[in-house]
């Protein structure tokens, strides 16, 4: 078959890589795609939310599955739009439903459903600039640290835990008097700061059954140790030592399993990934977020680790029989670095030349990623504040980071840091 994957991260690259391994896939064309990403298929100069563009390259193409990297388009509604769309109804859609992405797109929605079906999470309250002056008070009486979260999507950059009261009221004030970011903090939900520490856990459903295709860690601050501002994510490995049987059977039926028959009580269509963010507070899970898609950098350590073939996963997704598929695992640890831009998370340049691309990374124990590429002439550049994600393979996470640095060691670009303790407090 056809398949149009569309984004153009390293999460995209990683789906490419694995997409492209399946005998079920004949031409693959990522929009927009990177550097990288050219590798496994044609890259089309088509934005993720040119729905009219996107169904065009869909006809020229002969396309027979669409698979959504970014949230944007779900939240957008790029499902109902190819099912409203005669020409379009009969290909395969890995997304869900607009109504059911406002479990990532809306915080508040995602709270009240947690609620409404049992799921754990932190206790929490929403506020608008109509009942401001009620927030100011519930955030003075609130205890430390407090979390606020605008409502809707800000590029990962909408959550601030304020470690006192005047840093939460200043915040609450930007957020919703200044329009911090914009329409998306038009609400903030105000929540109880969870202590442990998070997890991400990845599912593939139909809306009825799911299949667990795996679990990470990521790093999202930009320092070592856990320092500095938070970014999209530094590194990440998998599996996770503590995600042993137990607390894997509690994240099943406390929060999978009730997730998934939620979506199908409210009659919410939903074919594809979940991805629950979840905070480990003494062995008890919690839910922190919902995403509904693959994590950027986590899909970087998934996506290797998994062995059974995707784009299979997506047909048994699509027919009804996803429940009746096998998963398997390469039982090895992986661990991806992200190499970034100096000056991430804040202001940095963009097409500076990296060196050292054309012999790095073996496909089979380290894989290079490719985040914030571009191809100029015959020259990969940097095209954005993450750059490259370096992967590899080890018996335990210590070697595999151990081999992610040595594979970064040989790459090189103006300005380019990345973390060297990823994985540190399972070394």
């Known amino acids: ?22 005998h079920h896939c004949d031409q693959l064309f990522i929009a927009p795609g990177n550097a990288g990403t050219t590798q496994y298929g044609t890259n089309l100069p088509i934005g993720v939310t040119d729905f009219a563009a996107i169904k065009e390259a869909c006809i020229t193409h002969h396309i027979n599955m ?3 990297g970014p949230e944007e388009p779900l939240v957008k509604g790029i499902y109902d739009f ?11 859609v890995v997304a869900p439903s607009a109504a059911a992405a406002q479990l990532e797109g809306s915080k508040a929605f995602s709270k009240k459903f947690m609620q ?20 100011k008070k519930y955030i003075a009486a609130h205890s430390l640290p407090v979390v606020l979260k605008a409502d809707g999507l800000a590029a990962g950059k909408g959550v601030v835990i304020a470690e006192t009261h005047e840093q939460a009221q200043e915040v609450f004030a930007s957020m919703i008097l200044d329009k911090q970011f914009g329409e998306a903090s038009s609400k903030v939900v105000i929540e109880s700061f969870l202590r442990g520490i998070e997890v991400s856990v990845f599912v593939l459903t139909d809306g009825i059954d799911y299949q667990l295709i795996g679990h990470a860690k990521d790093y999202k601050r930009i320092g070592e140790g856990d320092t500095g501002l938070n970014t999209g994510g530094m590194g990440c490995v998998s599996p996770v030592p503590f995600m042993d049987e137990v607390f894997m059977q509690k994240v099943e039926s406390r929060i999978i399993r009730p997730t998934v028959d939620g979506l199908k009580k409210e009659g919410l269509i939903y074919h594809g990934f979940i991805f629950f963010g979840l905070m480990n507070c003494d062995g008890e899970p919690y839910v922190i977020e919902y995403n509904c898609r693959m994590g950027d950098p986590e899909t970087e350590v998934v996506m ?34 992200m190499a970034v831009s100096g000056g991430y998370p804040g202001d940095y340049q963009k097409n500076i030349r990296i060196e050292g691309l054309a012999h790095a990374g073996d496909n089979k124990n380290t894989f290079v990623f490719h985040a914030g590429t ?33 594979t970064l060691a040989g790459i090189s670009f103006d300005g ?12």
């Not at 409404?116 to 927030?135: C, K, L, M, S, V």
Request: hydrophobic share 40%; proline share 1%; with cysteine.
């Open 1 to 22: 078959m056809n398949i149009l994957l569309l984004g153009s991260g390293g999460r995209e690259h990683a789906l490419a890589w694995k997409m492209s391994q399946s």
């Open 66 to 68: 669409l698979v959504v």
């Open 82 to 92: 190819f099912q409203a769309d005669e020409q379009l109804q009969k290909i395969t």
């Open 116 to 135: 409404r079906h049992q799921i754990p999470t932190a206790a929490y309250a929403e506020f608008t600039a109509d009942n401001f002056e009620e927030g």
């Open 304 to 337: 290797p680790r998994l062995q059974t073939d995707l784009v299979a996963l997506f047909a048994a997704m699509d027919n009804g029989t996803l429940i009746d598929t096998n998963i398997a695992f390469d039982e090895r640890s992986c661990c991806t670095v």
């Open 374 to 406: 571009r191809q100029l002439d015959t020259t990969v550049v940097t095209n954005g504040g993450r750059v490259l994600a370096v992967s590899a393979f080890g018996n335990n996470i210590t070697e595999a980071v151990n081999l992610s640095k040595k």
């Open 416 to 427: 380019m840091y990345y973390r060297k303790d990823i994985g540190y407090e399972f070394a």
